[in-house]
């Protein structure tokens, strides 16, 4: 059964299975990542990267406590490389890419995002508002992090993994976003159903059932008109569950301040800074997160642009 749009947007469905061994959330997420993909342009490899990072840290969030927050970095070897996505329990939501224009030289790899992604590592941090330190000079996001190498960089298979290994939980994580041929997002969401320890393995078995009967992709069923709780029903036919208030609403919110922009610029690269002390103007540097624009004064730029050649020596 369908809801309408405005009633099932915007916020995290939570549910609990009866015999409380499944944990259950789901989201439509659609708004969000299209305020994303206006914000950086995102082409299609990036838009899907970002967005399903984005929904999963949404799903993960959703299980926190009040005032907690969830980081997810992906780090590949490949081409698209890094996507960055965070969430807190109230349903504020960010992603970033640094390689937003990236495209596949082959028009079959046009949505491969796992090639494109390479090999590498997710970082997960949970419970510390790391906006403070996104990206860590060092590499990696400090003590906090639970690492696990990706198994395909297609964002929820990670997840999943790092769940497991982390956690030792075992879990069905289906995230996705439906391009339209011009590339752009028209429908994204997502279903995560963790199982805790003590379930009864034909739970399991159903679930297991379930989800390989459930061929149509959660963004496809978005985008046909279904609603969050439409899509776990997918999930759970013949398991008891019960819905668990959630006032959470999802919303697309950046907490950069300027001197978060400069730390991040510090540790990400020029950016264009070079440029702007040799054309000597007052510059702006703009937060890629969410566009915010910032003033700054052609010394102050100049001292932040040492300071990034400096930190890019070792
Ligand atoms: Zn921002």
């Given at each position: 059964m369908a809801a309408s749009p405005s009633s099932t947007q915007n916020s995290v469905y939570r549910f609990v299975s009866n015999d409380l061994t499944l944990r259950i959330a789901a989201v439509d997420a659609t708004e969000v990542v299209r305020q994303m993909q206006a914000l950086q342009k995102t082409l299609p490899l990036a838009t899907l990267g970002v967005g399903r990072a984005m929904v999963g840290a949404i799903l993960l969030a959703?299980?926190?406590?009040?005032?907690q927050e969830v980081g997810l970095l992906f780090r590949g070897?490949?081409?698209?490389?890094t996507i960055y996505a965070e969430a807190s329990s109230d349903g504020a939501v960010r992603g970033y890419c640094p390689e937003p224009l990236y495209q596949a030289p082959n028009a079959a790899d046009a949505m491969n995002l796992g090639q494109a992604m390479g090999h590498g590592t997710l970082s997960v941090v949970r419970h510390q508002p790391f906006q403070r330190q996104p990206f860590h000079a060092r590499g990696g996001f400090g003590a906090h992090a639970g690492t696990v190498a990706m198994?395909?960089?297609?964002v929820g298979d990670d997840i999943a993994h790092y769940l497991h290994q982390s956690h030792q939980i075992r879990s069905v994580v289906s995230l996705g976003v439906y391009l339209d041929v011009f590339g752009q997002a028209r429908a994204a969401g997502g279903v995560m159903i963790e199982v805790m320890p003590g379930v009864e393995e034909e739970v399991v078995d159903l679930l297991q059932k379930n989800a390989a009967q459930a061929t149509t992709p959660v963004s496809k069923r978005l985008l046909e008109g279904a609603s969050p709780e439409d899509l776990i029903a997918d999930y759970l036919r013949g398991i008891p569950v019960t819905r668990i208030p959630h006032q959470a609403q999802i919303r697309y919110h950046c907490p950069c301040t300027l001197d978060r922009v400069k730390r991040a610029l510090t540790t990400l690269g020029t950016g264009g800074l070079a440029e702007m002390v040799e054309e000597n103007h007052a510059a702006q540097i703009t937060c890629q997160v969410c566009g915010r624009q910032y003033q700054l004064e052609i010394s102050e730029l100049t001292a932040l642009l040492q300071e990034v050649r400096r930190n890019s020596l070792h």
């Open positions: 959703a299980q926190l406590k009040e005032g070897n490949g081409p698209l490389g198994v395909s960089g297609e």
